[in-house]
């Protein structure tokens, strides 16, 4: 069987849980290395990347759901799941793309990312 592709595209902060629960029980589903996974956040989604304490996990300065997100982020990545922005929301959203995690990629546009994955036959997943 070939690698599944699948797009997944978080555009709105409350639903981060739910995408990586949906990716954790995907993964679970179909074991990982079998599938190609991306994860699309734009539009107020890339407010969660907004603090570099989030991004650390130092705690302190920020809340433990946004800490633990980027652990449950960073723990995908390291299983192969691409973590991809989009660099129009971060200027919206005042953010430096510097201060994003290692594990981040920046495109251009978010709308632009999903056209190109959906026409590479990626299925897309708006949880």
Known sequence: MDKLKVLFH???PDRWQRALGNITNFLNDVGQGNADIEVLAN?????V???????TGS???CGTASGS???QMKKLSEMGVSFVVCRNALKAQSIEEESLPNFVTVVPAGITEIAR???EGYAYIKP
Do not use: P, T, W, Y
């Open 59 to 61: 705690g302190g300065c």
């Open 117 to 119: 994955k959906q026409a």
């Open 43 to 47: 539009g107020e989604a890339v407010s």
């Open 10 to 12: 978080v555009n709105e």
């Open 69 to 71: 997100l980027m652990d």
């Open 49 to 55: 990347f907004k603090s570099r304490c989030m991004l």
